[in-house]
């Protein structure tokens, strides 16, 4: 947590050092006279570079480029008499410099942040240990089992599932605190280790940057993924104090892309007791054979 306190350190200084030379006067005039767009271009490329989650895994040379690249645009469309003295090239010098030493320190923030998350997602694993993977790093997986069931045209289904607490009032104000954060990985960890007792080795396990998990259930049906969605959800209710939404889509009845199977599955997440009752006609159906 050192590195994340320095960080957090460097870039409230970092700010107010902004602040102090914009603001202060000698003799009647601004100490340093930064353009209007050299504020504007750091209150975008910080909050940008930090909440992001994807900016924070490249390289910091990727996000500083591009940022040299927008700050050398702005100076060359936009008239600096209206904000600032155009013929000052020390005070151009120190905009760039101060913009890019901004973007530094919000990429150093973001990772130290990304690294405590992942600390924190680790020991809520080794708590509950199961195989729910990331989507974005599964891309590969997910491609093999379209292609094989496209080529073959076997079925396959998308399963999501979404725990919620009964009181959102009470979440949202709760991960307002770090405490919460902390619990709410080892329940979406607990959720994981149920979900993956209930699905077949073959099955694919992912999560979402929501906390929504997807599994990706090779040669099975509608009704049989339903099914199996109904029976991750009472078995979620039943151990923990959560209500959970499901939504279930099938290739090739429905969608021909795993996005549009995700997206198809997503719309339908409601909660089992208000599922479409032909849809669970179906699931009871398949139940009595």
């Known amino acids: 947590m050192t590195n994340l306190k320095r960080s957090f350190f460097g870039a409230a200084v970092y700010l107010a050092v902004i602040f102090v030379l914009g603001q202060a006067d000698y003799a009647d005039r601004p100490l340093m006279n930064f353009a209007n767009y050299f504020y504007l271009a750091v209150i975008v490329a910080m909050p940008l570079t930090l909440f992001f989650p994807k900016i924070s895994r490249i390289s910091v040379y990727v996000p500083l480029l591009f940022w040299a690249v927008v700050y050398v645009a702005l100076l060359q469309l936009i008239d600096r008499n209206y904000s600032?003295?155009?013929?000052?090239?020390?005070?151009?010098?120190?905009?760039?410099?101060?913009?890019?030493?901004?973007?530094?320190?919000?990429?150093?923030?973001?990772?130290q942040i990304s690294h405590a998350e992942s600390i924190m997602d680790a020991l809520a694993l080794s708590a509950f240990p199961n195989r729910a993977r990331d989507i974005d790093s599964e891309n590969q997986r997910i491609k093999i089992e379209l292609t094989r069931s496209r080529r073959y045209h076997r079925p396959l289904s998308v399963v999501v599932i979404q725990p919620e607490s009964d009181d959102e009032k009470l979440i949202r104000e709760a991960f307002k605190n770090i405490q919460h954060d902390l619990m709410s990985r080892f329940t979406s960890a607990r959720v994981g280790q149920i979900i993956d007792d209930r699905v077949r080795q073959t099955d694919l396990v992912l999560r979402d940057y929501k906390g929504r998990f997807i599994v990706l259930c090779p040669e099975t049906e509608f009704a049989n993924a339903s099914l199996l969605a109904k029976r991750i959800s009472q078995a979620i209710k039943e151990r923990t104090s959560l209500r959970v939404l499901w939504g279930v889509a099938a290739?090739?009845?429905?969608?021909?892309?795993?996005?549009?199977?995700?997206?198809?599955?997503r719309e339908r997440l409601v909660d089992s007791a208000s599922f479409p009752s032909e849809v669970i006609s179906v699931v009871e159906s398949h139940q009595l054979q």
Do not use: R
Not at 94 to 111: D, K, N, P, T, Y
Not at 251 to 265: G, N, R, V, Y
């Open 84 to 111: 600032a003295n155009k013929g000052e090239l020390p005070v151009i010098a120190l905009e760039f410099m101060m913009l890019e030493i901004g973007v530094w320190f919000a990429h150093q923030l973001a990772s």
């Open 251 to 265: 290739f090739p009845d429905e969608a021909l892309t795993f996005d549009d199977l995700l997206q198809k599955a």
